[in-house]
């Protein structure tokens, strides 16, 4: 089955403790990007990657951290999390960047991740 | 200014009647349009992607896309209880590379 996965689901932890969410997709898609989603903000745009080794700044990248080493894996690692980071996050892919044009840009979502930061 | 703007709702409409959700964006170089759906605590799911000009129809779902004036709406005819969710409008920026979402529409229908 074709599917973007995260773990973990649910995650409580306290100010300081590094922390990292696994995202992984079985579709093979180049593009790989974090959400986090906030009531009255939506869905904001943490960092992306175009493919392996390379990641770009999205509009809230302060705090976070990412990697992409392999095409299906791109983790989300919070080296020192603060109670503003408390959200809940999805990690999305597409075949290739939006700005392609068709289903190419079109994205896939994973379950989401519920983060507490006490 | 925001980079894609959506009345937040909530909107509410009987069943079988049209709901219309209607979105503006800021970047002119903007060229992919998405609705995605997303019910309450689960992920957003794509329902349209609409690309030119114009209306693009799928089942129940109309997408219409107007560049010149900065607006991609979506229609739902027939609307169903199941239909009542969040509706997210979502634009690619001007680089193309990254992604831009409205706050959502939240839609309501009513048996």
């Known amino acids: 089955e074709a599917q973007v996965t995260q773990n973990p689901r649910y995650l409580i932890t306290v100010t300081g403790k590094k922390l990292t969410v696994t995202c992984s997709q079985n579709?093979?898609?180049?593009?790989m990007s974090w959400y986090r989603q906030d009531p009255g903000l939506g869905l904001r745009q943490i960092y992306y990657?175009?493919?392996?080794?390379?990641?770009d700044k999205g509009d809230v990248p302060e705090g976070y951290k990412v990697s992409r080493k392999e095409k299906r894996n791109f983790p989300l690692i919070l080296e020192s999390p603060s109670p503003n980071q408390t959200s809940l996050y999805f990690c999305?892919?597409?075949?290739?960047?939006?700005?392609?044009?068709?289903?190419?840009?079109?994205?896939?979502f994973g379950p989401g991740t519920r983060l507490t930061v006490t | 200014q925001k980079e894609v703007e959506q009345n937040s709702g909530p909107l509410s409409v009987p069943e079988g009647a049209i709901a219309s959700l209607n979105c503006t964006y800021s970047?002119?170089?903007?060229?992919?349009f998405f609705w995605y759906r997303q019910y309450s605590g689960k992920s957003p799911e794509l329902i349209m992607s609409?690309?030119?000009?114009g209306d693009k129809e799928d089942g129940r779902f109309t997408a219409q896309l107007n560049k010149a004036s900065q607006y991609v709406s979506l229609l739902i005819r027939d609307s169903q209880p199941s239909d009542s969710a969040t509706y997210l409008c979502?634009?690619?920026?001007?680089?193309?590379?990254?992604?831009?979402f409205g706050t959502g529409t939240s839609l309501t229908v009513i048996p």
């Open positions: 979502a634009v690619n920026g001007n680089t193309g590379n990254q992604f831009y």
């Open positions: 999305a892919s597409s075949l290739k960047g939006p700005g392609g044009l068709g289903p190419i840009g079109e994205q896939y």
């Open positions: 990657s175009m493919n392996v080794e390379v990641t």
């Open positions: 609409i690309y030119s000009n």
């Open positions: 579709m093979n898609h180049e593009y």
């Open positions: 970047d002119r170089g903007s060229q992919s």
